[in-house]
């Protein structure tokens, strides 16, 4: 099997926190490819036009797409490598308590979520009107989302980080969200606003959910229904079966009934626990004809 095929194999065979990775890197690659050849062209092609969400409704209005677009799409190789590796490490933990439908609603709306604050922020806030024009980018607020949502659910429990020790999941979400805000006015306001809204969507779904309440179970029945709407069908072979000839129906019958004897004279020589498998299939239709 080749390399090919067992990244097809993986992507099809693994879980929704594979397939969301897989996603992330086949964009960035995909990307990252066309800019190289597009090096030295006079207008490159722009991807970021395409996928990134704009901040201008004027723009967006016309890209709809992008709220859910942008959550996988990186240019970046830290930022794609920081995001993932994150995902991967708080997604594990979600998928030990809650399924991966809930992982997947988690993260899509938690990017939406971080996509609606950074376009508000920028049509609302004066300091950052002048910078409507800004796109947004990554899947940090839909990653924030799902760290945000296990840290709360399980939040005493604890992980051990490097050069740190043991930490509770509780402290390293409300830290990541401290940051979040401290760092606004020093660089990146849109990318952090994101990241608190997926932050807030993340909080809102964990306690909606402890209340009996999961605000996911909607986008799940999506999902479904575009998983079978695209899923491919199965092929259905049709065989057709020649009729038999009386004489080779009678031939058949008289070796069938021939093989039926013989089984019932090893039962009653060694009884019926004697038999394979097969005999006593072929005994049991025997008796239902």
């Known amino acids: 099997m080749g390399i090919t095929d067992e990244i097809k194999k993986s992507f099809k065979e693994g879980s929704v926190l594979t397939k969301i990775i897989y996603i992330n890197i086949a ?116 990653v924030i989302a799902v760290v945000t949502a296990i840290s709360f659910y399980v939040p005493n429990l604890t992980l051990n980080l490097i050069f740190i020790g043991p930490v509770k999941l509780k402290y390293i979400a409300l830290i990541s969200i401290l940051l979040d805000i401290l760092s606004i006015s020093v660089s990146n ?24 309440r999961d605000l996911t179970k909607g986008f799940g029945k999506l999902s479904d229904w575009l998983y079978k709407l695209f899923k491919p069908k199965p092929k259905i072979k049709v065989t057709y079966k020649r009729p038999q000839s009386d004489p080779d129906y009678n031939f058949n019958k008289a070796k069938e009934q021939e093989r039926i004897n013989v089984i019932l004279d090893k039962i009653s020589k060694a009884g019926y626990g004697s038999l394979t498998k097969e005999e006593k299939e072929l005994l049991f239709k025997a008796s239902n004809k």
């Open 27 to 142: 964009v960035f690659i995909l990307v990252n490819i066309v800019k190289l050849v597009f090096l030295f062209n006079i207008k490159p092609f722009s991807f970021l036009s395409i996928l990134a969400v704009p901040a201008d409704l004027n723009i967006l209005i016309y890209k709809p797409w992008t709220l859910i677009t942008y959550m996988f799409y990186h240019e970046e190789f830290f930022h794609i490598l920081f995001n993932m590796l994150w995902f991967y490490w708080f997604a594990k933990i979600f998928l030990d308590y809650l399924d991966a439908k809930k992982l997947l609603g988690t993260y899509i709306l938690g990017g939406i979520a971080g996509a609606i604050f950074f376009i508000a922020a920028f049509n609302i806030l004066p300091a950052l009107k002048p910078m409507v024009s800004v796109p947004c980018l990554g899947a940090s607020a839909a």
């Open 189 to 212: 306001p849109g990318g952090h606003i994101a990241h608190l809204g997926g932050a807030l969507w993340g909080y809102i779904f964990i306690m909606q959910f402890k209340q009996g």
